[in-house]
């Protein structure tokens, strides 16, 4: 089993920055391809970021292009969204998942390891 603990989440003036960091225990996660998710109320959850160690290889939405960026440091078995630039429609909570398997999915349904979640609220 992986436990995933998120970090960092807080309130935050719109153009201020946050760094996420999601740490997993329970067993090493390295060849896992790992994400973070946003949810906000009334919508699904939806894909933000994600790494794999394939190249590493990493993925963003459209939407954080150029303002986010993933990064994972596997001695510490953590990972980290690094997120500049913020609006307040980047409010949201943020989940960490995982999958062991190699390559990055934009889809909630095939991570079955979740963390409980960080809150980010950016204000206008």
């Known amino acids: 089993q992986v436990q995933l603990v998120e970090s960092g989440g807080a309130l935050v003036q719109a153009g201020g920055s946050l760094r996420l960091s999601c740490t997993a225990s329970g067993r090493t996660v390295s060849g896992y391809a790992m994400g973070w998710f946003r949810h906000t109320p009334g919508k699904e959850r939806e894909f933000v970021a994600g790494?794999?160690?394939?190249?590493?290889?990493?993925q963003y939405a459209d939407s954080v292009k150029g303002r986010f960026t993933i990064s994972r440091d596997n001695a510490k078995n953590t990972l980290y969204l690094q997120m500049n630039s913020l609006k307040p429609e980047d409010t949201a909570v943020y989940y960490c998942a995982a999958r062991p398997v190699i390559g990055i999915s934009l889809s909630p349904k095939v991570y079955p390891y979740w963390g409980q979640g960080t809150q980010v609220t950016v204000s206008s």
């Open positions: 790494f794999s160690w394939s190249g590493p290889t990493t």
